[in-house]
Structures are given as C-alpha cells and as structure tokens.
C-alpha cells in the first residue's frame, strides 16, 4: 500500500643501464637510417648519436627529477585470532610470494601483496588504485629515503579505482601533475613503479614507451574481487594505453610525459592475467581525475551524476534513425530520475553531452559519469526528425564495492541522508511504484535512541518535503530543516 504519513520531530627507481641501452640502440637505429637518406653517412652518424644522447639525457633528467615522488606500497594480511598467517587471493597488482614472517624486523620477512604509489601532499598523502588496498591487510610506504612508514586511508573510491592514504612523514616531494586532455598517439612516456615488488628498498624501477592509444576499455571483471566487484568508470573507456612495461606490482605507479609531468596513474586494471605485458594501462589526469583526487585528499565521498536511462533489448524502434545520425537510443526510463523529469522518453536518440558526441551505451555512461551530482547539463536529443536541447539535472549514482571516508556529512537529530537514487540499484527504478517519481531524499544512518529515531523514521525512509519545502538533494534537506525553527513536518513517501 502507498501512502503518506507526517511526522513532527522534536528538536563527520632510478632507470637501469637496460633501459637506457634499449632505448639508445632503437632510437640510434631510426635516426641514422633517416639521416643516412639525406647526407653522408659520417655526418648522419655525427647528427644521429648527438639526437640520441639529446633524449636519453631528457629521460634520465624525467627520472632523477621525479623517482623521489613515488613511493612503494606493501601490504601485509593480518592475523586471524588463533591462526597462521597465510596466502592472499590475488588480484591483479598484488602477487603471492609465500608466507609472511611474524615480524617486520625478522629479515626473513616478506610482504606478500604490493603496488605503487605516487606522492601528492609534502605532508604525507600518497595517491594509488583503489584495487591495491585489501580490507584485511596492514599498509606499508617504503619512501625514496628507504624509511618504512605505516599508512591508513584517507578515502578510497571503487568507481574511480582511486585511492589516498596517509603516512607521518613531512617534507616530500609531490609528483608534478600535467594534462592528459591532449595526449597524441606517439607520445614518449616514462613510467615508475615498483614491479613484483623490487622497489622496496625506496629505489623504484622505470620504463619507457609511446602513447599506443586513447580511451581504452578496462577489461572485463570475469570472477568477483572482494573490493572490486562491478565495473568502474574506466570499463567505458578512459584509459591511456602504453607500450612502455607495467607488470604487475606498478598499479599506482606514475605515467610521465617529456616535460617530467604525471599525465596517468598507472594500473593493472585493465590487464588479463597472463597477457599482463601485452600493453600497460594508466587513468588519465583529466578534470575528473583532479576532481577526484581532490575529494579523496580530503576524505570526502566522490559523487558521479546518474541520468537514469537503460536499455531494453525487446524495444522496437518507432520509427526508423536516419544513416546520419549517430547516437544512442532510450530504451527505458527510470522513474523518478532525472532523464523522466527532463522529458526524455524511450526512442529518444541522445547525441551529445555537454558537447561531446555520443555514439554508444559506454560513451553516455562515461561522459555523464564524468560529472558530478546535481550538475546542470544539457543533452542533444534527436526526436522526431528533428534535433533538440534538453536541460538535465543529474542525480547521484549508486556506487557499489567498499568506499572509504573520513569527513562525513554531520548528522541532524541523529540522522544522515543521502540522494534517492543513491541507495537503490538503477535497475529496480525502472519497475518502481509511481510515487518513486516525485523527488526525495533517503535515510541511510540512524544513530541509537536519536531523536530522529524516537520519531519513527527508519534507515530507509524517504522523504519528500520538510514542511512544504519539496527536497531531493542532501543540501536541499540541509537547508530547508535549518531554516525551521523548533518542531519539523517531515513528509514521507510510504512503500
């Protein structure tokens, strides 16, 4: 039975010579062939070796200005009361190499998971991937100065395989950030990291390669990981691919552009075990990566926008799509989102976002999750022969996996909230009961004996107005119990 009900309530490494001989003997080998063309072969061979001793001194310059900001990460299971310590699943970016010892001074100890990652505060904050971090291990950050350093985690995001933790240290060195936004295919990069775990003494290992693509798909999730159980952002394709060497071990390693700028986190990802040097992969510093990361620095939750469309395989096409028109069909709608409060309907054919074409499923998810919630943005819609502006507010999208924060929202009367579409999958939206469209927000913390609790309201509840204040965004919530004084109507949608 749906219904409404009324409540009044009373009143938180440097490079090894290997690399630098490769890379002489490819590069030489190019160069004096072209030059060899044009001009004698002495001269060509005077002009080709002075290129190359040119750009083996930029890499080394790239790598001794930036080895001190990349830090080595370890990762040691803790003890099961009453049991041996043992293996760890692995995943990719961490490796089993035996049992632990018993102590961190026993030099028979050996870490048996590990990753990289990259400095971003003087203070201590180092950034890596999400799928580094394991619920049931102790963290560990070998700095450049072999000091071993034990960290907690400042905030951790599934979707965006982005992670910060927090070590007691002062004085580092943040990793320079560049702009992947103009990357080309050809570019030289520099990559640092600490494969199968060689960089725990502080001395982290590099490699070199090109930009081998843009806009890579992260590789399917074929079996579940405890931390990484659905797709993130980069399943829809944002992903730099490189063919410089990344094993696994170099998830939260640094990519490198020649001016010695971070322009992607390196990850394992998208790596399929066994094919794992095929290419390497790296999340690229983009608006959202900086938008991310600031968040995570200050241990606040990262919120992606939700347009809430979906895809119906049995819909039938109305009328035909001209040729020209490139784009991606409404299937379904979900109730009360966004997408059903802006006009959309299914046969609908979106073509950009914000100005940024749209040809398929991944690209509209990818662009819209770019964007943050309760972000005003308009879609192109071809309808009807024609096409049209349609302005939409985003909502917020139900992240799944384990999402760590430290600066949480404060509570009012012993009670958090949090967007409707926060806490329900999309999917079971699509079939919701017509009150699910007016908009509203949720209850998703209820402390103990509160008053919020001795009122009657549930973790659950969802609430549509405060007196006869329409809500449906946290701030709205926020501001409109703030501006009443004593008692407050609360009206609640009835499931």
């Known amino acids: 039975m749906v219904g409404r009900r009324r409540f009044r309530l009373p009143i938180r490494r440097p490079a090894s010579s290997a690399v630098m001989e490769r890379m002489v003997v490819v590069v030489a080998a190019i160069v004096v062939a072209l030059a060899t063309l044009v001009v004698p072969v002495t001269a060509a061979q005077n002009d080709g070796f002075a290129a190359v001793a040119a750009v083996q001194q930029r890499f080394i310059d790239v790598i001794a200005e930036n080895e001190s900001s990349v830090v080595a990460i370890t990762l040691v299971r803790k003890p099961e009361e009453g049991a041996p310590a043992g293996f760890a699943a692995a995943v990719p970016g961490q490796i089993n190499v035996g049992p632990i010892a018993p102590s961190l001074d026993d030099p028979a100890f050996m870490f048996n998971e590990f990753g990289t990652g990259v400095v971003i505060g003087a203070d201590g904050l180092i950034l890596t991937n999400h799928h580094v971090l394991r619920e049931d291990h102790d963290i560990?950050?070998?700095?450049?100065?072999?000091?071993?350093?034990?960290?907690?985690?400042?905030?951790?995001d599934p979707r965006s395989d982005l992670a910060v933790l927090k070590i007691d240290a002062s004085g580092l060195r943040p990793m320079p950030l560049g702009d992947a936004s103009g990357l080309k295919k050809g570019q030289l990069v520099v990559a640092l990291g600490n494969p199968y775990a060689i960089a725990s003494d502080g001395e982290v290992s590099a490699s070199w390669g090109i930009i081998s693509n843009l806009a890579r798909k992260a590789a399917p999730l074929l079996e579940?990981?405890?931390?990484?159980?659905r797709p993130t952002l980069h399943?829809?394709?944002?992903?730099?691919?490189?063919?410089?060497?990344?094993?696994?071990?170099?998830?939260?390693?640094?990519?490198?552009?020649?001016?010695?700028?971070?322009?992607?986190?390196?990850?394992?990802?998208?790596?399929i075990t066994g094919y794992e040097q095929a290419a390497g992969y790296a999340v690229p510093v983009d608006d959202t990566f900086r938008r991310v990361v600031d968040a995570l620095k200050e241990g606040r939750e990262v919120e992606y926008g939700l347009l809430g469309v979906g895809m119906s395989p049995g819909l039938v096409r109305a009328e035909p799509v001209p040729a020209d028109v490139e784009g991606w069909m409404v299937e379904s709608i979900e109730r009360g989102s966004p997408a059903q409060r802006a006009g959309l309907v299914p046969g609908d054919v979106i073509t950009s976002v914000a100005g940024k074409p749209i040809h398929d499923f991944d690209e509209l998810a990818r662009e819209v999750g770019r964007l943050p919630a309760a972000t005003k943005t308009q879609l192109t819609v071809w309808r009807r022969g024609r096409e049209l502006p349609v302005d939409v507010v985003l909502s917020k999208y139900p992240v799944p996996g384990r999402k760590i924060v430290t600066k949480r929202p404060s509570a009012w009367r012993g009670m958090r909230i949090d967007y409707g579409s926060a806490v329900r999958s999309s999917q079971s939206l699509i079939f919701a009961p017509p009150e699910m469209s007016e908009p509203h927000v949720v209850v998703t913390e209820l402390a103990e004996g509160s008053l919020a609790q001795r009122a009657g309201l549930e973790v659950?509840?969802?609430?549509?107005?405060?007196?006869?204040?329409?809500?449906?965004?946290p701030d709205e919530f926020r501001r409109a119990v703030d501006a009443v004084d004593g008692d407050v109507q609360l009206t609640l949608i009835d499931l």
């Open 235 to 271: 399943h829809f394709g944002t992903l730099i691919q490189t063919d410089a060497k990344l094993t696994f071990g170099t998830s939260g390693g640094a990519l490198l552009d020649m001016d010695g700028k971070m322009i992607g986190l390196t990850t394992s990802l998208a790596a």
């Open 140 to 156: 560990y950050v070998t700095t450049v100065d072999r000091k071993l350093h034990v960290a907690t985690v400042r905030a951790a």
């Open 224 to 229: 579940p990981v405890e931390n990484q159980t």
């Open 460 to 473: 659950g509840s969802r609430i549509s107005r405060v007196g006869g204040r329409r809500v449906e965004t």
